[in-house]
C-alpha cells in the first residue's frame, strides 16, 4: 500500500512538471525561419524565381532552417518543431524605380537609373508578433545592357541575406520583442 501512496504522489506531483515543454531553446538550436511572402513589382521577374534565390540564399548561409509557410505548418502538426525552437517569418518586398537622368539635359535614353528597395518585415512566430523591420537600397546607372541593373539587384538580395543572419543572434536572445 505505501509504494502505491509513493507512486500516486510522485505521479500528481510531477503532472505539472510534464508540461513544460522547455525552459529556454539550445544554445545549438538552429532557428526556423519562415519564408512567408516574397513581392516584388519588377516585370520581367519571376516571383517563384525570387522565393527560391533567397530561400537558396539563406539555407547556404547555415544560420537557420529555411522553410516554406506549408512546410512549417506541417512540421508543427507532426511535432517536428518543438515550443523552444525560436521560429521567424519573413515577408520580402523588393521594389524598382526606373528614370532616365539625362532626361532633364536633353540627352534622353541613353542611361537608365534603377533604384531598388527591399522592405523586409520579420515576425515572431506562432502569433506574428513584428520583431524587426529592414530596408535596404541599391542602385545602379545603366546604358544599353542592363547588366549594372542586375548587379545592383544581386547586391540588394546579398545585403538583404546578410543583415537577416547578422541580426540572427539578437532575435534569439531576446524571446519577447520590444522588451
Partial sequence: MRPWILGSLL??????????ECIAPSADVLPVLVIGSVRSNINDLDQSQLETTIRERLTTGGKYRVVLADQYRNALANHRVDKCTPAFVLDLSIDMDRSDP?????FGGFVTRFE???H????????????????????ADSAFTGKKARQ?????????AH?????????????VPGF
Fill in 152 to 160: 545592383a539587384f544581386d547586391r540588394l538580395l546579398e545585403n538583404v
Fill in 163 to 175: 543583415e537577416i543572419e547578422a541580426r540572427r543572434d539578437a532575435w534569439v536572445a531576446h524571446p
Fill in 102 to 106: 539625362g532626361q532633364a539635359y536633353g
Fill in 11 to 20: 505521479a500528481v506531483v510531477s503532472l505539472p512538471a510534464a508540461a513544460i
Fill in 116 to 118: 531598388f528597395t527591399a
Fill in 120 to 139: 523586409a518585415d520579420v515576425n515572431v512566430l506562432p502569433d506574428r508578433v513584428t520583431l524587426d523591420k529592414i530596408t535596404l537600397t541599391d542602385k
